[in-house]
């Protein structure tokens, strides 16, 4: 049986330079948009009541995910950071200088790769954003779709293109399932665990230009948002304006990725307090 180890990268209020929409090359322009106190408290609720949520699911617990944020990073919120991620012992948090974003990512997960396994599933999740409970499990499932192109060229992709788009913009959620190829979120890069790269080597939208990508299709695996903030957006405006969630798209929010869809809107709506983090 082939090993593989599953290795993601989560950027949390990161200061690199490139690699986001908005990338002043002004470092101090960059940190006074990261630190915004109304930018901080919402990725807080995001990263709270949509990423950690799904993380905690998986049905394979035997994955690591890298948080990598800024050393300037202003000490209650990485006190508060800590305090959302201290019972999930698959989170590790680099805290780092500021650098070109290809070369931090790479030296971010550098010490956590496991050098004796046969491949590495290199997978980045964005702090607003989920993986489906199975992504984990699935990812190592499927890796024999991806081995003849994995043997022959030394890399090979992964993406599930089936997911729910949710805006969190508006006082009530939107949200509709939608089939979207190469979005970065549910999407594995297999490479042999001696290649110094990351899941960030490549623009994922065109990951299958310089790989062969297998897709799978057959349920919802991602929950890509749309908010005040992120990059995202962009790809909003390229969609029609999203419908109201129903009742069946909370189910599968709770069912497929451990989101309480109205305690999401809740906590959006008054604005949640950091909690008490412990002396």
């Given at each position: 049986m082939t090993n593989i180890q599953a290795l993601g990268i989560c950027r949390f209020s990161y200061d690199s330079s490139g690699g986001f929409a908005y990338s002043s090359d002004d470092l101090e322009k960059r940190r006074q948009f990261l630190?915004?106190?109304?930018?901080?408290?919402?990725?807080?609720?995001?990263?709270?009541?949509?990423?950690?949520?799904?993380?905690?699911?998986?049905t394979d617990p035997d994955f690591l995910v890298v948080i990598v944020t800024s050393m300037a990073l202003p000490e209650i919120y990485l006190e508060r950071?800590?305090?959302?991620?201290?019972?999930?012992?698959?989170?590790?948090?680099?805290?780092?200088?500021?650098?070109?974003?290809?070369?931090?990512?790479?030296?971010?997960?550098?010490?956590?790769?496991d050098m004796a396994v046969d491949a590495v599933a290199h997978f980045r999740i964005d702090d607003d954003d989920a993986v489906a409970c199975d992504f984990v499990?699935?990812?190592?499932?499927?890796?024999?779709?991806?081995?003849?192109?994995?043997?022959?060229?030394?890399?090979?992709?992964?993406?599930?293109?089936?997911?729910?788009?949710?805006?969190?913009?508006?006082?009530?959620?939107?949200?509709?399932?939608r089939k979207i190829k190469l979005?970065?979120?549910?999407?594995?890069?297999?490479?042999?665990?001696?290649?110094?790269?990351?899941?960030?080597?490549?623009?994922?939208?065109?990951?299958?230009?310089?790989m062969q990508v297998h897709v799978d299709p057959r349920q919802e695996m991602f929950v890509r948002s749309f908010n005040n903030f992120n990059d995202s957006r962009m790809l909003l405006s390229e969609c029609a304006e999203?419908?109201?969630i129903t009742a069946h798209t909370k189910k599968r929010l709770r069912a497929?990725?451990?989101?309480?869809?109205d305690a999401l809107e809740t906590a959006l709506n008054r604005g949640d307090a950091p909690p008490q983090t412990d002396q």
């Amino acid at each position: 049986m082939t090993n593989i180890q599953a290795l993601g990268i989560c950027r949390f209020s990161y200061d690199s330079s490139g690699g986001f929409a908005y990338s002043s090359d002004d470092l101090e322009k960059r940190r006074q948009f990261l630190f915004d106190p109304k930018r901080m408290d919402e990725r807080f609720t995001l990263f709270e009541h949509i990423t950690l949520p799904s993380l905690r699911a998986q049905t394979d617990p035997d994955f690591l995910v890298v948080i990598v944020t800024s050393m300037a990073l202003p000490e209650i919120y990485l006190e508060r950071l800590f305090h959302l991620i201290k019972d999930i012992p698959q989170i590790a948090v680099d805290i780092r200088p500021p650098q070109g974003h290809a070369k931090a990512m790479r030296k971010a997960i550098a010490p956590y790769k496991d050098m004796a396994v046969d491949a590495v599933a290199h997978f980045r999740i964005d702090d607003d954003d989920a993986v489906a409970c199975d992504f984990v499990q699935l990812t190592k499932q499927l890796f024999p779709e991806c081995q003849e192109a994995f043997e022959a060229d030394g890399k090979a992709g992964l993406d599930f293109s089936k997911g729910i788009l949710l805006e969190t913009s508006h006082e009530n959620l939107r949200a509709q399932p939608r089939k979207i190829k190469l979005t970065g979120i549910s999407q594995a890069v297999f490479l042999p665990p001696q290649v110094n790269k990351s899941s960030f080597a490549w623009g994922h939208y065109r990951l299958d230009d310089f790989m062969q990508v297998h897709v799978d299709p057959r349920q919802e695996m991602f929950v890509r948002s749309f908010n005040n903030f992120n990059d995202s957006r962009m790809l909003l405006s390229e969609c029609a304006e999203l419908p109201a969630i129903t009742a069946h798209t909370k189910k599968r929010l709770r069912a497929r990725f451990g989101i309480d869809a109205d305690a999401l809107e809740t906590a959006l709506n008054r604005g949640d307090a950091p909690p008490q983090t412990d002396q």
